[in-house]
């Protein structure tokens, strides 16, 4: 659970998306309803989609990534706590581009954090690149279909995220 926690001490979560109102919570709190949102599963199947994917990151010498291997699909490089922050990175910066910040906010601590404080390699960063990207996506049209950012929501993203 720490190595969890310590991912996303910077992440933002909607209470409710119909009243859009944010909160900022504690590690425990934050825990508590991702546990009950983000279940193993889910970040089981974001590795998966993931490794599936993989080959069309760009890798080292801007070539593209090596296919997962058959061990790699059996024990992905990253763990369900490391997807399951993904996804939880990519709801920030859904959030940040719904609200017309910049989306980066969301993405670029992620990966200052894995690869600097996680000592992730460039492959794991790129898979939770890829499952960050999707969830990204898929959030930020379930936000889009519930219409405008609201701008006390807004205010409040611009004062907690991370300034570029």
Not at 17 to 43: C, H, M, R, V, Y
Not at 66 to 92: K, L, W, Y
Not at 136 to 150: E, N
Request: aromatic residues 8%.
């Amino acid at each position: 659970m720490f190595r969890f926690l310590l991912w996303i001490a910077p992440v933002l979560v909607l209470s409710s998306p119909a009243s859009a109102q944010l909160q900022a919570k504690t590690f425990e709190e934050l825990f508590q309803s991702l546990g009950n949102t983000i279940t193993d599963a889910a970040a089981k199947d974001q590795i998966q989609l993931a490794l599936s994917r993989i080959q069309m990151a760009v890798c080292e010498g801007s070539r593209p990534c090596n296919p997962a291997t058959p061990e790699e699909i059996a024990q992905p490089p990253i763990s369900v706590i490391d997807g399951r922050a993904a996804m939880v990175f990519g709801i920030q910066s859904a959030f940040a581009q719904w609200c017309g910040l910049d989306s980066r906010r969301g993405f670029l601590p992620m990966i200052v954090f894995g690869k600097g404080k996680m000592k992730m390699s460039d492959r794991q960063v790129h898979l939770m690149t890829l499952i960050h990207g999707d969830f990204r996506s898929r959030q930020l049209k379930l936000y889009q279909d519930r219409g405008q950012c609201p701008a006390t929501l807004r205010e409040q993203l611009d004062t907690l995220l991370p300034k570029m």
